[in-house]
């Protein structure tokens, strides 16, 4: 389990333009006690369709190993790291991610757009 003295590391990909390749966005939260209760991160991107591979969203040190979640954009759908597809047609569109992390109940939740598109164990 991440201790209050350990780091989570949360990254955010954000577009300061559609022509543009992706920036990273990187949240530390070090000194802040992440092995308990629930985290919220929300977010907004848009992917050109001249992008494959393009981070959304990555949650570092959790519980139960270096990367709790990370999602990518791959031909315009959204896949989580192990291959389950989260949502489809994301190219050239703007897209609103959320993700709850529910440390205690060991459980990562997606939402785009407001609608719950995946759910796994962290």
Do not use: C
């Amino acid at each position: 389990m991440v201790s209050s003295a350990a780091e989570a590391f949360v990254s955010l990909t954000a577009l300061s333009s559609p022509s543009l390749p992706p920036s990273l966005l990187l949240f530390s939260f070090s000194g802040l006690d992440y092995s308990s209760r629930e985290w919220q991160f929300e977010g907004y991107g848009f992917v050109p369709n001249t992008t494959s591979g393009a981070t959304i969203v990555q949650i570092h040190s959790a519980s139960h190993g270096a990367t709790t979640i990370i999602l990518r954009i791959y031909n315009g759908d959204m896949g989580y790291y192990s291959g389950e597809l989260v949502d489809t047609d994301r190219y050239d569109k703007w897209f609103q991610v959320n993700l709850i992390h529910d440390v205690d109940g060991g459980k990562v939740t997606v939402f785009i757009n407001g609608a719950q598109k995946f759910e796994t164990h962290d």
